[in-house]
């Protein structure tokens, strides 16, 4: 149904027509409408037409490799949408849903075409907005992270957890162990008076040297224990990460069946369009042999 010109007259794209004009244009144009939550059109439909809001709102939006929904704008009463697969013929690059009860006209390439002839700088607008949503993919684009999350998380840490994490890495090496053997019998050889010309000062059974090492092994096991936290936040991190891969994965090979069935469908519809416009033919019979008379036999009498 031809769109009426009091519905034209409220879209900015159309404001500055007078009524000849917009009269010429709604006779193209279809008024449409959509209920909450129906599907105007999806990612990869093929883009014939342009869609302005009258009234009522249009999400625009995109499913990313892990199933998150990237909104690029919310179409309201004057927006259009839906213009840059018109203009370059390619396939639907985003989703559009209605979020609410809407009304919209619908043009085509052509009444785009007569649109821009009587109002050249429409066309300015309609690349205005497409700009404004190349934007916003950029903007949406630099705000994902561009280092892998355990950078993230070291960019994070506390001069306590670095701490933690050097003395959990020393504990654990060749270089503390020789540390307290050395440590351990330069302190047993001064108190036993092995090392001649040293004051014994922690004579047997070693009562310092037993409490300087129990607290040196309560602070060694806060601090390895810390680091252990630290440690198994990461492998979470790359579990997460794991998890996301894998679910992308699966939305890849997802949309590769719903891509595989949709050929495949199209080839049966376009054989079954074949098959009415060949004539049909008739079955024919084999050759056949010469005809056999009545058998010429002779009856007994």
Known sequence: MPADTS?????????????????????????????????????????????IV???SVEIFVDDTVGQRVVFETAKAGDFFGELSLLDGDPR?????????????????????????????AAMD???????RLREADRLIGMRP????NQAV???????????????????????LFVHMIWFGVWIGINLQLLPGLPSFDPYPFGLLTMVVSLEAIFLSCMVL??????????????????????????EVTQLHVKIDALYEQTLARLAA????????????????????????????
Not at 126 to 132: D, E, F, H
Not at 160 to 172: E, K, M, N, P, Y
Not at 285 to 291: D, E, F, L, Q, V
């Open 154 to 176: 070291e960019e994070k840490i506390t001069p306590v957890q670095r701490i933690a994490d050097l003395a959990a890495a020393f504990s654990g090496s060749i270089s503390f």
């Open 7 to 51: 519905l034209l007259a409220g879209v900015s794209l159309f404001e500055r027509l007078d009524e000849e004009e917009r009269a010429l244009l709604a006779a193209q144009l279809d008024d449409v409408s959509f209920e909450a939550g129906q599907v105007v059109f999806k990612r990869g439909d093929p883009g014939g037409s342009i869609f």
């Open 226 to 251: 810390i680091s252990q936290n630290r440690q198994a936040a990461k492998e979470r991190i790359r579990s997460d990460a794991e998890y996301d891969a894998n679910i992308r994965a699966g939305l």
């Open 126 to 132: 309609v690349l205005a907005v497409i700009g404004k």
């Open 146 to 149: 561009t280092y892998s999350p």
């Open 274 to 301: 074949l098959e009415k416009k060949v004539p049909g033919q008739s079955g024919s019979a084999g050759p056949k042999g010469p005809a056999s008379g009545a058998g010429s036999g002779t009856t007994a009498a």
């Open 54 to 56: 009258v009234n009522g």
């Open 93 to 121: 690059s985003a989703s559009a849903v209605a979020l609410e009860t809407t009304r919209a006209v619908r043009l085509d390439r052509q009444d785009l075409e007569l649109l821009f002839k009587r109002h050249p700088t």
